[in-house]
């Protein structure tokens, strides 16, 4: 994996996670990105419900200090079953 990025750290960083509708899943993402960022604020945290209400969509803001920091947060997300794509 090349560490060249686009990106000039610290940033604001969006992340978009898709998963299926459950009880769980926001407080998932919300705990996964609390790991590799402490200081990250849940209420910067938005839900949207498919059209079918089968799956939702979280957007969730932080602060990024480095590359190697988002790529570990979309591994840990995309290891978990609940999680159908993370962008």
Do not use: W
Request: glycine share 4%; charged share 20%; net charge neutral.
């Amino acid at each position: 994996m090349s560490d060249e990025t686009l990106l000039k750290f610290p940033c604001a960083f969006p992340i978009k996670v898709m998963g299926e509708n459950v009880i769980t899943f926001e407080k998932l993402v919300v705990d996964t990105i609390l790991l590799h960022v402490p200081e990250f604020d849940p209420a910067s945290v938005s839900v949207r419900e498919s059209k079918g209400g089968k799956f939702l969509a979280i957007t969730a803001t932080f602060t990024a200090h480095s590359k190697a920091q988002i790529d570990a947060i979309y591994l840990a997300l995309s290891k978990h079953p609940s999680v159908k794509m993370a962008l």
